[in-house]
């Protein structure tokens, strides 16, 4: 298989993690740039548990449709603005996963309490609740992402964004696994987030080299979340 039907096999299957993993039901989508371009393939207005290698589209950061059959999702914004403001980004996955959204509306950051939440120090947040269905709110997500590797978006989702769809599609569920995680702790705390003992910064940084969604150690993560998601049947 030739680097670009890896990518189209790559984005398909992403789509189809993100949706078996609970991180999305009917929506959500994951989208990579062809590599070198400002455009990029990203999955067609169905559940992402649905996207199919053959049936991806073509879209441009200006959000122009070049190829592929079917609708675009409506929030393909994020992605094109992304891609825009950011060129060393190469994948974006944008999912709707619950725990993540419990912690945006408790109003509690997400705290790094273990390996494989290690890369999401300091997450921002994007606080405009509603869908990204315009170039100016796509634009106010990738400014709020800055240079990051992860957006809150306040009870709504989150955005990934690294240079491989692997990466960024590890790290949405490390984000949603880590959330829960949180949550539970806070739940345990009697809801006291002080009681929650983080890593430090520097304990963080170990880990994330060691076990983060950029690391070797992630390949095993994806190799799971794929033999997982072949497996699993629509809607887990
Ligand atoms: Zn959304």
Not at 134 to 162: C, N, P, W, Y
Request: some cysteine; aromatic content about 6%.
């Amino acid at each position: 298989m030739d680097g670009i039907g890896e990518l189209r096999r790559d984005v398909a299957l992403a789509n189809r993690i993100i949706e078996r993993f609970g991180l999305s039901n009917a929506f959500g989508h994951v989208s990579a740039r062809i590599p070198g371009t400002s455009t990029f393939y990203i999955s067609t207005r169905r559940s992402p548990g649905l996207a199919d290698e053959d049936k991806l589209l073509v879209i441009d950061n200006d959000g122009k449709v070049l190829s592929g059959e079917g609708t675009p999702n409506s929030e393909f914004w994020i992605h094109a603005r992304i891609y825009a403001a950011r060129p060393d980004v190469g994948a974006v996955v944008h999912a709707h996963p619950p725990a993540c959204i419990s912690l945006t509306q408790l109003g509690e950051p997400h705290r790094v309490v273990h390996n494989q939440g290690s890369a999401f120090t300091d997450l921002p947040e994007y606080g405009r609740i509603g869908l990204i269905r315009s170039r100016e709110l796509g634009d106010q997500v990738a400014k709020s992402l800055g240079g990051g590797i992860a957006v809150m978006m306040r009870g709504h989702g989150i955005s990934t964004a690294f240079k491989e769809v692997r990466a960024a599609t590890v790290a949405a569920c490390f984000l949603e696994e880590s959330a829960r995680i949180n949550l539970g702790m806070l739940a345990a705390a009697g809801g006291d987030g002080s009681r929650v003992r983080a890593f430090t910064r520097e304990e963080a940084q170990l880990a994330n080299e060691q076990t983060g969604p950029a690391a070797k150690a992630a390949d095993r993560a994806w190799e799971y979340y794929a033999a997982v998601a072949a497996q699993r049947p629509l809607g887990g």
